[in-house]
T-cell receptor, first 113, second 109 residues
Framework: DAMVIQNPRYQVTQFGKPVTLSCSQT?????MYWYQQKSSQAPKLLFH???????NEADTPDNFQSRRPNTSFCFLDIRSPGLGDAAMYLC????????????FGPGTRLTVL | QKEVEQDPGPLSVPEGAIVSLNCTYS??????FMWYRQYSRKGPELLMY????GNKEDGRFTAQVDKSSKYISLFIRDSQPSDSATYLC?????????FGQGTELSVKP
């Protein structure tokens, strides 16, 4: 089945230790998104790629970076995780960017010790 | 004022009840809305979308938009324990989705 896959599902890291989260998709969608979702809060968009074009949200901290080496894969790099970065990180894809349905992966729950 | 607002709940109902989940929005230009369902420790999944005013029905679920009052509603008939989840309303904006906070629903057997 076509889907959005995130690895790992659970990630534990130490304060300040870089971490990379992975997302892959078999939907061949043009757009890939990264959201941060904290407990009982709405998902918050960090950035998205339309093909190779990177779009950063204005309030996304510099600590968060992303790479999309090809259509299928997208990575979220957190350079120096702080305690406040503990959250669920959701990857999503859509065919286009104008109101198209977004398909979400299961998320990676990040714990920062 | 947030662009899309939801009562976070939690909302607890007995099995078989009719559930009403609501969002309000601030900009009357908004015309296209979505409802996502998110089970615990899972990513959101699209449940329904609705455009402009009126109702859209899909099985036990009905989505309704009232443009005059800037109100979005999701009704669940004959609610089941498997409907227990967080329900997020959302609207697209400039290539991204603006989500409400989500309402946590618990359906008790």
């Amino acid at each position: 089945d076509a889907m959005v896959i995130q690895n790992p599902r659970y990630q534990v890291t130490q304060f300040g230790k870089p971490v990379t989260l992975s997302c892959s998709q078999t939907l061949n969608h043009n757009v890939m998104y990264w959201y941060q979702q904290k407990s009982s809060q709405a998902p918050k968009l960090l950035f998205h790629y339309y093909d190779k074009d990177f779009n950063n949200e204005a309030d996304t901290p510099d600590n968060f970076q992303s790479r999309r080496p090809n259509t299928s894969f997208c990575f979220l790099d957190i350079r120096s995780p702080g305690l406040g970065d503990a959250a669920m990180y959701l990857c999503a894809t859509s065919r286009g960017a104008s109101g198209d349905t977004q398909y979400f992966g299961p998320g990676t729950r990040l714990t920062v010790l | 004022q947030k662009e899309v607002e939801q009562d976070p709940g939690p909302l607890s109902v007995p099995e078989g009840a009719i559930v009403s989940l609501n969002c309000t929005y601030s900009n009357s230009a908004f015309q296209y809305f979505m409802w996502y369902r998110q089970y615990s420790r899972k990513g959101p999944e699209l449940l329904m979308y609705t455009y402009s005013s009126g109702n859209k029905e899909d099985g036990r679920f009905t989505a309704q938009v009232d443009k005059s009052s800037k109100y979005i509603s999701l009704f669940i008939r004959d609610s089941q324990p498997s409907d227990s989840a967080t329900y997020l309303c959302a609207r697209p904006q400039g290539g991204k989705l603006i989500f409400g906070q989500g309402t946590e629903l618990s359906v008790k057997p």
